[in-house]
């Protein structure tokens, strides 16, 4: 029977393979033995065929950790490391396939359409954690960029991810070691620190010097 | 410990970083340092206190930040106190308690991949936390089964940046012992296989097996229980060994037996191994005792060993017998193989540094040549110091002499005086003799 799933297996197969993407929806089809038809009920393209693959990282990722026993004591700083390690663990499946789809991605500023599932994804959760994170005060709520972490967050991600295409040490330890140093890093800086007290305290002499001036004395 | 250390906030990122951190350090420390020329191997307290704490401090800042080697080199700056003064040493021995622990989501991250599986899967119960940090790793507290367990996790990484970090560490150690940058590549070789040895968890629970076993002939000599199932290649179990380390057992004012009693224990396990094992657990850091409640010494770390080959063996610890040292030809002889007497010395210098390495290990074999010792003795530690500072000053040491054994050898046995020292404990050194060639 044909499923999501079969469609998935059977795409990555193909292009680890073939090297490249099937020629049309057409030949995929028929390599398959299913009709064209049957594939666009569960797919519009092949594109969204692995979009779907790696959304379904993330949010698999997200499951795995969030019935891990220690998630609910750990602090923001502790969830994202354990998001990163879980997810470049399970990406390990898949990666063949993710050195392939991240090699067809063009260079630019917006987000690729493949990881418009998974950035959604990450999003909501990143914005979670920043936000419970500012609740309790582990990190800074600073006006405007407050709202940014998360997008931080993400480029941190995608960072580690091409560190991880990259990487060839045995068992990815220098992947391990790059989020562990990388995101302790991002966590720092969105902590309360003396940069914001150095801005406080120019922001209180702004003032309060000009006031000085004023009455001249 | 009551006091969790607070968690690092940010470790240097890449290697460029890493130097730098080095770098900005040596600055400092060259800035602390420029009256000062640094001493030999043998040196002892310098007396220069006007700049060692601050000399101190700064390294140690540095250090504390890196993590892994670089640590590890303080620990092992701060064990060698003949070596460096006692404001580093102080300083340096921080590094052992106060170690920023790693993220707990690294640690599950560590776990299944050495086992597969979360160390909740694993134990019954395992404390996030670590307890402290143990050089270049950390340990947790555990449970299965009923029983408590100690976990020793290492960080990543750390096998990769030992040759680098000692490379970095190159410049302090020219300016702490002013040796010459060829003289000093056999040593570094010799740290450097032996820091890597540390790094393999899977040969350390071998040998602490291996070690324990062998060594349970001795009294009063403890040791955890190791669990090969559980360990891995970055991980290790054993049993939690309850009891206090030296400086929290000396603060409650054992009584002088109890003392003697961890003193003799404590020389039975270094000179068992030296002269029975031929292979000596090198690092005789306090971090790496406890006195357990029922006056026994535990032994939890055996990641350090040195083992002794015979051409180092014999000549060595035979010149610590007055019957060798009688016999100025053969001494001279032992001397040589030893490469304490170099090929192209002169005869003048043959004689001097004969006579001198007499006295050196005359001295240090004073506790050998007598049925009982008293470390408690100020007088004994004076008067080393007093010929380590001599010795320091000679213009004729500024070529480096002695086999590379020396340094792990040297360390372990200052060390143990060290320690024995801080105990003030008076014990039997008839237990295990050296066994002594008179020929060479």
């Given at each position: 029977m044909t499923t999501k799933e079969s469609i998935q297996s059977a795409y990555i197969d193909s292009v680890l393979t073939t090297g490249t993407k099937p020629k049309s929806v057409y030949s995929f089809a028929k390599q398959n033995e299913m009709a064209e038809q049957e594939f666009y009920t569960f797919?519009?393209?092949?594109?969204?065929?692995?979009?779907?693959?790696?959304?379904?990282?993330?949010?698999?990722?997200?499951?795995?950790?969030?019935?891990?026993?220690?998630?609910?004591?750990?602090?923001?700083?502790?969830?994202?490391?354990?998001?990163?390690?879980?997810?470049?663990?399970?990406?390990?499946?898949?990666?063949?396939?993710?050195?392939?789809?991240?090699?067809?991605?063009?260079?630019g500023l917006s987000t690729p359409r493949v990881f418009e599932g998974l950035k959604a994804e990450f999003e909501n959760f990143s914005y979670k954690i920043v936000q419970d994170g500012i609740e309790s005060g582990e990190l800074a709520d600073r006006k405007l960029f407050a709202d940014r972490y998360k997008d931080a967050l993400w480029m941190q991600f995608l960072f580690v991810l091409k560190f991880w295409i990259n990487d060839n040490s045995a068992g990815f330890e220098k992947t391990d070691e790059a989020i562990e140093k990388g995101v302790n890093v991002t966590f720092d800086l969105f902590q309360r620190s003396a940069l914001d007290n150095l801005f406080d305290y120019a922001k209180f002499l702004l003032y309060n010097g000009n006031v000085k001036q004023k009455f001249g004395f | 410990m009551s006091e969790f250390p607070k968690e690092q906030n940010s470790i240097p990122i890449t290697k460029v970083q890493r130097s730098a951190k080095f770098v900005s350090t040596g600055l400092k420390v060259g800035g602390n340092y420029i009256k000062h020329y640094s001493k030999k191997l043998f040196n002892p307290d310098l007396n220069t206190d006007e700049l060692n704490l601050n000399n101190a401090s700064d390294i140690y800042d540095s250090l504390s930040e890196l993590k892994g080697s670089a640590l590890k080199v303080a620990q092992m700056l701060s064990m060698d106190k003949n070596m460096l003064p006692k404001a580093y040493s102080d300083k340096f021995a921080q590094s052992q308690y106060n170690a920023p622990p790693l993220s707990g989501p690294l640690i599950v991250q560590t776990f299944k991949k050495v086992f597969g599986k979360t160390p909740e899967q694993i134990y019954d119960k395992f404390e996030s936390r670590s307890t402290n940090a143990a050089s270049i790793g950390q340990v947790h507290r555990a449970e299965l089964n009923g029983r408590k367990l100690a976990v020793k996790i290492q960080y990543?990484?750390?096998?990769?940046?030992?040759?680098?970090?000692?490379?970095?560490?190159?410049?302090?150690?020219?300016?702490?012992?002013?040796?010459s940058e060829k003289e000093l590549a056999i040593y570094m070789k010799e740290v450097e296989d032996r820091l890597l040895e540390e790094t393999d968890y899977e040969l350390e629970v071998r040998r602490s097996i291996e070690f324990s076993k062998a060594c349970s002939v001795l009294n009063n000599v403890v040791f955890p229980e190791y669990f090969p199932e559980l360990s891995g290649k970055r991980v290790i179990t054993m049993s939690w060994l309850e009891g206090m380390h030296l400086k929290e057992f000396l603060q409650t004012n054992p009584s002088q037996e109890l003392r003697n009693q961890i003193g003799q224990a404590l020389w039975d396990f270094y000179n068992f191994q030296q002269h029975e094992l031929r292979a000596v657990h090198a690092d005789p850091h306090p971090g790496n005792f406890l006195i357990t409640a029922d006056g026994k010494l535990g032994c939890i770390d055996f990641g350090c060993i040195k083992e002794l080959p015979d051409e180092f063996y014999y000549p060595f610890f035979s010149s610590t017998s007055t019957a060798l040292m009688e016999n100025k030809e053969e001494t001279i002889k032992a001397f040589r193989q030893l490469q304490m007497i170099l090929p192209d010395d002169s005869p003048i210098q043959v004689d001097f540094f004969a006579e001198l390495f007499k006295e050196m290990i005359g001295l240090f074999a004073k506790p050998y040549i007598t049925d009982t010792f008293d470390f408690g003795e100020d007088a004994f530690f004076t008067r080393l110091y007093t010929f380590g500072e001599k010795v320091a000053k000679m213009p004729e040491f500024r070529q480096a002499r002695g086999v590379k054994d020396f340094i792990y050898i040297n360390r372990t046995n200052f060390g143990l005086y060290n320690l024995l020292h801080e105990l003030k404990a008076n014990i039997n050194t008839d237990t295990f003799k050296p066994h002594v060639v008179l020929e060479y």
């Open positions: 797919y519009g393209s092949f594109e969204s065929i692995e979009m779907s693959i790696w959304t379904n990282l993330a949010s698999t990722t997200l499951s795995e950790i969030s019935a891990q026993q220690v998630w609910a004591g750990y602090t923001s700083r502790e969830k994202a490391l354990g998001f990163y390690y879980s997810f470049f663990e399970l990406a390990k499946s898949k990666r063949s396939f993710i050195t392939f789809s991240s090699k067809n991605i063009k260079r | 990543p990484g750390v096998g990769d940046s030992i040759s680098s970090d000692l490379k970095m560490v190159k410049p302090f150690a020219f300016r702490l012992l002013g040796m």
